[in-house]
Structures are given as C-alpha cells and as structure tokens.
C-alpha cells in the first residue's frame, strides 16, 4: 500500500499524541499573543497558555463558535500580519455574511501536502487524470485540491461543475481517470452517462472518484459505484479548516482518517458540550495543530459523528470517524421528532426503481411531502407498479424515521439539478 509520508501516516500513538501536544501548546501560546479575540475569550475563561500541560486540558479552554468568525469581521482571527496572507476562501454562512478564512503560503503548501497524502492513500499516482468538477472560486473545494493533486504529479483537468455534456467529452476526450465531484452532482452525470448508452466501465477510463462536502449515505455511494464501475471514496472537510481533505477514506473505505499531526479531534455532546465517550456519537469539534494564518480552537463543526477506535488495517494511526451522519443545523422537526434529511435519502437510495434526486417540502410541523423522481419506463407500465412503489417508499420512510411522508413520484429532470451542494430540504414553515 502506498504513502504520501509513511513515517507520519504511521507515527506510533504514543508519539503521535506527543506531536499533538507540542503543537497544541505552540497554537494555544500563539492565538494568546497575537489574537485579542482568544486572549480574551481565555481570560474570561480563566485560562493560561502555561495550564495546557496534556491533551485533556483542551477541555479548559472555551470553544469557537460560527459566530466567533464574525467579530472583528473579516480579520479578528488572523495571527498574521496581512501581507503574510496569500490566500482567502468563504463559506456562504446561513446568516448573511460568509465565513472568510486565510491561507498564508504555508498553509497553502500544507493543505496541498495533506490533500497528497489522501489521494495517494487510495491509490492514486504519477499517470492519473484528475477532473475536478467542483466549484472554482471562493469554495475550497475545488482550489484545494487541485494544488494537492498537482504535489503528487497527477494531471488536472479543472473543469469545474456543471456542463454536464461537456464533462462527458473531457473524459472520453482525456481519459480521466478519477472524478472530484458532490455526490449529488455524480449522481447525476453517472445517469447521464448511461442514458447516452455510454459502458462507462468500457467507453471510459474512470477508477476512482472523490465524493464530499455534502452529506451522503452508504446506498448512494453503492449506486453510484455499480452505475460507473469504479470505487468512491468519501472525502470530508470544511471551509474552517482549510476545506477538502480533514477525514479522507483509505482503501478500507471503513470510516474516514482525521489526520490527527494537523487536526486535534474531539467529539462532544452538542448540548452539554461535555466529551462523549470514545465511539459514541456527537459533534465533532476541531482544532488546528499546524496553520499559520488562522488557527482555530476547539471550532464546533455541527457535524455529527463518532470516533472509530479501533486501529485501521491499513497501517495509518491517525483514528478514524464514520460517515458524518447529518448536521445539526440540517436536522428538521415533523411531529415533534427529529429527522435528518440522509435518512430519508439513505430509504430512497436502497429502493429499486428510485432515480437520482429528490426533495423533502415542509409545508407544516405536521407533515413532510417528499418528492423523488422514479425510472422513466416505470411510467410506461401499470399503474399497480407505480403504487406499489409509492407504498413501499412511506412505509420504509416511516420506518426509519417514524413518521408517516405523503409521496410524491415525479419522472426524471422534473426536480432541479444540483452541480454542487443539493438543497434536499424546502421548509416553507414561516414560524
Ligand atoms: O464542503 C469542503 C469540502 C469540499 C469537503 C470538497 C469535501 C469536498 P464547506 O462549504 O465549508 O466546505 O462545507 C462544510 O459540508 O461541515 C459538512 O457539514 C459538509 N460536508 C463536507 N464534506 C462532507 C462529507 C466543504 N464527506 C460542511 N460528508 C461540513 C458529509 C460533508 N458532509
């Protein structure tokens, strides 16, 4: 099995953890002195740079919130003068400004060196053929890796999303051989790829794809597996912390590597905010061990996860996470319970016949409408199959999620395309 930077990827614990805490004390020293914003979010918290004596005592220090990235807006939590930054990225946040974040040369380098180290932990080398279909531009996603792609000497093709045409000539054309794209945008391309009586497993070279920045379930990534004849690796991150490339999958696809040298993790109960136990689920909360620019401590993500303990068969000992199983913010409340829109996509996804996309409309707190689109030819047949199908998808719905859905089956390109991140969920609920 192949490494970016063996020695690293396979630090023993006891020295991994060692690492950790010598560049946790660095940051927390740093943030202290040049960012007024910590300093006083420390002091009010009673804490000193020199209480951080272990790992544990992370849990001492106050946690950084969304809304801490706009005090100061845009540069509060900068640690370096501006003509050191080279780089900004955002986020479009749900609350007018975006969250902006800076790179310094460094960390450019370093989040490229980090995205070198995923692509080559799935296989990938020298002779790939790399196209990029998310977003240029003030999104990470694309940017990011594609620096990192280019560290390892793969060739890129940023083609960006969207064009869907297009992106099919660029692989026959280039004979690409591995895809970043959202799983709700490969969704879609792998159905166009089929409906214009493409093999892709002959008419095309594609291996691999790297599928993230949205939530996605195990049956998506199956369907999309079985529909292009290639293997999908999931590929976590967020804008906060340099973007793509902060839980990668190895070749095991058993959960997602934190790279625990640049990330120090933590999963927390998202009310109390008290750790869980290691391999329950909660909010995963992280902080930068190794960034120059911006450093943020213990950021609550919202993303919900657990930690795998266990050791990796792969050999790395940076621990692992599992799929991150929705947002807090994405979650939604019908009939006083709690649902979150991947397990409704994750009923879909397992159902024959169910095509690519879908959409879950909130009218009221009493009732979720979803909306999916089904195979064409299904609306050629016997009406009998076509309620058979409706019945199956409420009843599963209402199995997994306790509450009963009204169902709506649409034929295919009634729903809106999505080249990025789908909005899945429509809630026209006013209060
Ligand atoms: O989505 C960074 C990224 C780009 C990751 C390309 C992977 C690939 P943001 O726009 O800041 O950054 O959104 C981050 O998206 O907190 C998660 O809620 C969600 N997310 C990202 N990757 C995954 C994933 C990029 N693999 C937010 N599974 C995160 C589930 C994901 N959710």
């Given at each position: 099995m192949?490494?970016?930077?063996?020695?690293?990827?396979?630090?023993k614990?006891?020295?991994?953890?060692?690492?950790?805490l010598?560049r946790?004390k660095?940051?927390?020293?740093?943030?202290?002195q040049k960012?007024?914003?910590?300093?006083?979010?420390?002091?009010?918290?009673?804490?000193?740079?020199?209480d951080i004596k272990?790992?544990?005592?992370?849990?001492?220090?106050p946690?950084t919130?969304?809304?801490?990235?706009?005090?100061?807006?845009?540069f509060?939590?900068v640690?370096?003068?501006?003509?050191?930054?080279?780089r900004?990225?955002t986020?479009?946040?749900t609350?007018?400004?975006?969250?902006?974040?800076?790179?310094?040369?460094?960390d450019i380098?370093?989040?490229?060196?980090?995205?070198?180290r995923?692509?080559?932990?799935?296989?990938?080398?020298?002779?790939?053929?790399?196209?990029?279909?998310?977003?240029?531009?003030?999104f990470?996603?694309?940017f990011?890796?594609?620096?990192?792609?280019?560290?390892v000497?793969?060739?890129?093709?940023?083609?960006?999303p969207?064009?869907?045409?297009?992106?099919?000539?660029?692989?026959?054309?280039?004979?690409t051989?591995?895809l970043?794209?959202?799983?709700?945008?490969?969704?879609?391309?792998?159905?166009v790829?089929?409906?214009?009586g493409?093999?892709?497993?002959k008419?095309?070279k594609?291996k691999?794809?790297?599928?993230?920045?949205?939530?996605?379930?195990?049956?998506?990534?199956?369907k999309i597996?079985?529909?292009?004849?290639?293997?999908?690796y999931n590929?976590?991150g967020?804008?906060?912390m340099?973007?793509?490339?902060?839980?990668?999958?190895?070749?095991?696809?058993?959960?997602?590597h934190?790279?625990?040298?640049?990330f120090?993790?933590?999963?927390?109960?998202?009310e109390?905010?008290?750790?869980?136990?290691?391999?329950?689920?909660?909010?995963?909360?992280?902080?930068?061990?190794?960034?120059?620019a911006?450093?943020?401590?213990r950021?609550?993500t919202?993303?919900?996860t657990?930690?795998?303990?266990?050791?990796?068969?792969?050999?790395r000992?940076h621990?692992?996470?599992?799929?991150i199983?929705g947002?807090?913010?994405?979650?939604?409340?019908?009939?006083?319970?709690?649902?979150?829109?991947?397990?409704?996509?994750?009923?879909?996804?397992?159902?024959?016949?169910?095509?690519?996309?879908?959409q879950?409309?909130?009218?009221?707190?009493?009732?979720?409408?979803?909306?999916?689109?089904?195979?064409?030819?299904?609306?050629?047949?016997?009406?009998?199959?076509?309620?058979?199908?409706?019945?199956?998808?409420?009843?599963?719905i209402?199995?997994?999620?306790m509450?009963?859905?009204k169902?709506?089956?649409?034929?295919?390109?009634?729903?809106?395309?999505?080249?990025?991140?789908?909005?899945?969920v429509?809630?026209?609920?006013?209060?």
């Open positions: 192949e490494f970016w930077n063996k020695e690293l990827e396979t630090l614990s006891q020295k991994l953890r060692q690492l950790q010598e946790l660095k940051t927390i020293l740093r943030v202290y960012v007024p914003h910590y300093r006083v979010k420390f002091q009010e918290a009673k804490v000193k740079p020199t272990h790992l544990e005592d992370i849990h001492k220090l946690f919130t969304k809304e801490d990235l706009y005090v100061d807006y845009p509060g939590l640690a370096l003068p501006v003509e050191k930054l080279i900004l990225h986020s479009s946040g609350t007018g400004k975006p969250k902006a974040i800076f790179f310094s040369k460094k380098n370093n989040s490229a060196d980090i995205i070198a995923c692509l080559v932990m799935t296989g990938a080398k020298r002779g790939d053929i790399l196209q990029n279909s998310m977003t240029y531009g003030l990470t996603g694309a990011v890796m594609h620096y990192g792609a280019e560290k000497g793969i060739l890129v093709i940023p083609a960006g969207g064009n869907t045409e297009r992106q099919i000539t660029l692989m026959r054309d280039f004979g051989t591995m970043h794209i959202t799983p709700s945008y490969a969704l879609y391309v792998a159905s790829i089929l409906d214009k493409i093999d892709p497993r008419d095309l594609l691999r794809a790297y599928l993230g920045a949205e939530p996605y379930s195990e049956e998506t990534r199956k597996e079985e529909m292009l004849g290639i293997d999908i590929c976590y967020l804008t906060e340099n973007g793509p490339g902060v839980g990668f999958e190895c070749k095991y696809k058993a959960g997602l934190i790279w625990e040298d640049n120090l993790m933590e999963v927390i109960n998202p109390s905010g008290e750790p869980v136990k290691d391999g329950e689920i909660g909010e995963l909360v992280l902080t930068t061990l190794n960034r120059e911006m450093p943020l401590i950021y609550r919202r993303d919900l657990r930690i795998i303990p266990e050791p990796c068969k792969c050999g000992t621990r692992r996470i599992s799929r199983l947002r807090s913010d994405d979650m939604f409340i019908v009939k006083g319970v709690n649902i979150f829109p991947q397990q409704i996509e994750q009923v879909l996804m397992s159902i024959k016949g169910v095509a690519q996309n879908y879950i409309i909130l009218e009221s707190y009493d009732e979720m409408t979803v909306k999916v689109e089904i195979d064409k030819e299904l609306f050629d047949g016997k009406i009998e199959r076509l309620i058979k199908m409706k019945e199956e998808i409420i009843d599963k209402r199995s997994a999620t509450v009963k859905p169902v709506e089956l649409l034929e295919p390109g009634t729903l809106p395309i999505s080249e990025g991140k789908a909005k899945r429509i809630d026209n609920r006013t209060i």
